[in-house]
Structures are given as C-alpha cells and as structure tokens.
C-alpha cells in the first residue's frame, strides 16, 4: 500500500522566516495530496491540496509543489506568524484510501 | 454549514469493555472516514462508508466496525477494548470519497482505556 514519509519532524522559526515541509510517498497511482493543520484539541483543517496533474498551488502565505517524478511533494508557509505553530500533515489518496505523514511539529517564535 | 459532529468528545472505558463513537458528516456528504491518531503511530485509516456500505478497510483487527446509517450519520464500535486502543478518533466526511475530493474533519472522540 501507499506509504508516506514526513520530514522534519519538528521546526522552529522565527516570526517572518520561511517554513518547509517535505513528503514523499511511494505508490505513483496516488493522484491527491492535501495538507492538514491541526492545532491542539481540534481535528486536522485542510489548508491546501493539489491534484496530480497540477504542479504548484498558492494560496496567500501557502503554496505547495508537487514532483510527479520523483514523488515528493512539499509545503512552503512564507511570512510565518505565531498562529501558524501547530501540527502538519501531508497526505497522498488513492481512490479515497488516505495515508498521512507522520506530521510536523511547526513552531514559530515570536 | 455546520461542520463535522463527533459524539462523545470525551470517553473513559476499561479494559474488555465495548464503545461506540459517532460522527454526523457536513449535509450532503455520503463518505465517512474513520482514523485512529495516535502520538506513536500517526493517523492510521480504519475504513470508509459510502451508502451504508463500507468500501475501504485499513489494517485493523476486527474488533474494529463501524456502519452507516441511510442519512449518512456513521458509527464506529470496537470491542474487548485493549489498553492501545486509547487514541484520539476522528471522522472525516466528503461528498462521495473519491480519490481527488477533499475530507473534512471533525473534532475527534478522545477515548481512554484503564
């Protein structure tokens, strides 16, 4: 089955800097990825997602890539703010079975 | 629209004993997702209902069911509970699961077992 690995586990920044966050996964039929931030007691919020026959996304401070070829795909959080310290999950689908990263612990220092 | 609901949020079961979780999807969604997070293993996929049918399975043992109800409102149950099986239960909803369709989560049913 598909298989995903999340790096860094863990990353702190300084308010402003830029975060990013890396994942590959195995399975090439894999057609969607979407990221998950999931701040404490709460369950995982989509904040961006791309689809296999797309190769970049932004969205305001967000943006994520996808290689296709090299089955890697990562999040970049440009301006980071406090708000943005939570948990992060990358995910690959294939026909609607989600596997996740094991996630990244974001935080950024004020 | 309302999101995703989780009932209970919080549960405290002992060991051997039995617990149902139930998840009500965002109006309109027919796929239900369930996952087991856990600080050790991440968030695992237990299985997926669409039309009162489960259609995905992940690896869990069978102590682990679930079933969807006709307006889409999904339980999960798991028996003889076992001290691992404390985790943080999440429901995810999507109008019919495929592959490229965004899930929305809910908050989560916490579940501790002594």
């Known amino acids: 089955g598909e298989n995903v690995e999340q790096h860094p586990s863990t990353l702190s920044v300084q308010e402003g800097d830029s975060a990013v966050i890396k994942c590959t996964y195995s399975?090439?039929?894999?057609?969607?990825f979407p990221w998950y931030k999931q701040e404490l007691g709460k369950g995982p919020q989509l904040i961006i997602d791309?689809?296999?026959?797309?190769g970049e996304k932004k969205d305001q401070r967000i943006a994520v890539t996808l290689n296709k070829t090299a089955k890697h795909f990562s999040l970049h959080i440009t301006e980071t703010q406090p708000e943005d310290s939570a948990v992060y999950f990358c995910?690959?689908?294939?026909?609607?079975?989600?596997?996740f990263g094991a996630g990244t612990r974001l935080t950024v220092k004020p | 629209k309302a999101g995703v609901t989780q009932t209970p949020r919080y549960l405290i079961k002992t060991r051997g004993q039995q617990v149902t979780l139930s998840c009500s999807p965002i109006?309109?969604?027919?796929?239900v997702s369930w996952y087991q997070q856990t600080p050790g293993q991440g968030l695992q996929f237990l299985f997926e209902?669409?039309?009162?049918?489960?259609?995905n399975k992940g690896n869990f043992p069978g102590r682990f069911s679930g079933r969807q109800f006709s307006n889409s409102r999904s339980e999960m149950n798991v028996s003889t509970l076992e001290l691992g099986d404390s985790a943080l239960y999440l429901c995810?909803?999507?109008?019919?699961?495929?592959?490229?369709?965004?899930?929305?989560f809910g908050p989560g049913t916490r579940l501790l077992v002594l």
């Open positions: 995810a909803s999507s109008m019919t699961g495929w592959a490229e369709e965004t899930q929305y």
């Open positions: 399975d090439s039929a894999s057609n969607y």
């Open positions: 791309i689809r296999s026959n797309v």
């Open positions: 995910a690959a689908s294939i026909e609607g079975d989600m596997r």
């Open positions: 109006s309109g969604h027919r796929s």
């Open positions: 209902y669409f039309s009162e049918t489960q259609r």
